[in-house]
């Protein structure tokens, strides 16, 4: 089962404008990612960030991460029609030895031009 | 370099067929991730390779999905007497190596498998 849940499912905004997404999750985390999937392809890495962090920049991102809260945000900023795709959050696990990548639902985001 | 390639991109299938879906990582990672992504979901943990050791299987669905990876670079997934439900996307991932929180994985296009 998925550990995660982005919030909101879905957001549409204008270009130019900036978007936010949050992400919960329920176990303790040694970091918490952000992957971008455009339509019907695979997803890509955009950002990790580690459970002593508290905020990472990365060009126009800005994640925030409340490990008291067990949540993250992530940010984009003067958004583009390019940036239209659904995001996810993906947690490890502090469990000894494990692999997994746990994501979220997925937030689905549209930049209209 | 070349990513991570899948084949084939699109699988139909009838009920009760037996399937096998190719992942090729990239070249010197010896992390290979399985994952099963639903229609509107996110992607679920399936399996996970360290070289050609299966070290996590506790994602597969039931004993009819079966993952190899004999020499520790190609991998294929077996699905047999396949059902409505493992209709999904099939996405392969690898990394360098270690865990997979630290290490960034790059996942492949996918397979999407419909089971008729």
């Known amino acids: 089962s998925q550990q995660g849940e982005e919030d909101p499912q879905a957001l549409s905004i204008q270009e130019g404008e900036n978007a936010t997404m949050n992400c919960s999750y329920k176990?303790?985390?040694?970091?918490l990612q952000w992957y971008r999937q455009n339509s019907g392809r695979g997803l890509v890495h955009l950002i990790l960030?580690?459970?002593?962090?508290r905020e990472k920049h990365s060009g126009r991102l800005r994640v925030t991460l409340d490990t008291s809260k067990k949540s993250s945000s992530l940010l984009i900023t003067a958004s583009r029609a390019a940036d239209t795709a659904s995001y996810f959050c993906?947690?490890?696990?502090?469990?000894?030895?494990?692999?997994?990548?746990?994501f979220g639902k997925g937030t689905k985001l549209s930049v209209i031009p | 370099g070349a990513g991570v390639s899948q084949s084939p991109r699109y699988k139909v299938a009838k009920r009760g067929q037996d399937v096998a879906l190719r992942c090729d990582p990239i070249?010197?990672?010896?992390?290979l991730f399985w994952y099963q992504q639903a229609l509107g979901q996110g992607p679920e943990f399936l399996t996970y390779?360290?070289?050609?050791?299966?070290?996590?299987k506790s994602g597969l669905p039931s004993d009819r999905f079966f993952a190899e990876r004999p020499e520790g670079s190609v991998s294929t997934l077996k699905i047999q007497r396949t059902q409505q439900e493992d209709s999904a996307v099939y996405l392969c991932?690898?990394?360098?190596?270690?865990?997979?929180?630290?290490?960034?994985?790059?996942f492949g296009p996918g397979t999407r498998l419909t089971v008729l």
């Open positions: 390779f360290q070289n050609e050791a299966q070290l996590d």
């Open positions: 960030i580690r459970s002593n962090e």
């Open positions: 991932a690898s990394s360098v190596a270690g865990l997979a929180g630290f290490i960034e994985q790059f």
């Open positions: 993906a947690t490890d696990d502090l469990r000894a030895g494990s692999y997994q990548l746990t």
């Open positions: 176990t303790s985390i040694n970091n």
């Open positions: 070249s010197g990672h010896v992390s």
